[in-house]
């Protein structure tokens, strides 16, 4: 299926105002809302958009640091890659986690309480993880920026 403008702006409008009601959102992309419902309905059943969320406060839930761990694994043979990504998927601090190009094998985004909790969950999940041959971890000092809204 092609994205047609319409589509785009509920994509884009759906990806900062989730909550939004049908009748709302057929108001600001000038459809029915009938014909707004039906659009939404076929961009997820066509797997556009994979669900909705919540976004939490991070200093709120007390988890305010973010710390961005570069992995390299000990081989790159398909059993040693997917044993390691089943075991990440497993450990709830992980946010991300990527498969990467480049120096690293694999870069996480943790968050942490502060450096004690990221040293708890170093030593608990991230130093067990198979396979893992090297490991760096950045903290960062400040987000300067942050979306979940990819560009439409």
């Known amino acids: 299926m ?3 403008a319409t589509d785009r702006r509920i994509l884009g409008i759906l990806q900062k105002e989730g909550r939004l009601s049908n009748a709302e959102l057929s108001e600001r992309v000038n459809l029915s809302p009938s014909a707004c419902h039906r659009r939404v309905g076929r961009l997820e059943a066509e797997g556009y958009i994979l669900g909705y969320v919540a976004l939490l406060d991070a200093r709120r839930m007390n988890r305010p640091t973010t710390v961005f ?6 081989g790159q043979a398909d059993e040693v890659l997917e044993a390691f990504e089943r075991a990440v998927k497993l450990v709830p601090d992980v946010l991300e ?18 450096t004690d909790d990221f040293a ?8 067990r993880l198979p396979g893992v ?12 920026r942050q979306t979940t809204a990819i560009p439409v």
């Open 120 to 127: 708890r969950i170093h030593r608990q999940y991230l130093a």
């Open 97 to 114: 986690c990527h498969l990467m190009a480049g120096s690293a094998d694999y870069l996480l985004k943790v968050v942490a309480q502060d």
């Open 133 to 144: 041959a090297q490991m760096h971890s950045s903290f960062a000092l400040r987000t300067v």
């Open 2 to 4: 092609q994205l047609d």
């Open 69 to 74: 761990v570069e992995i390299t694994l000990s």
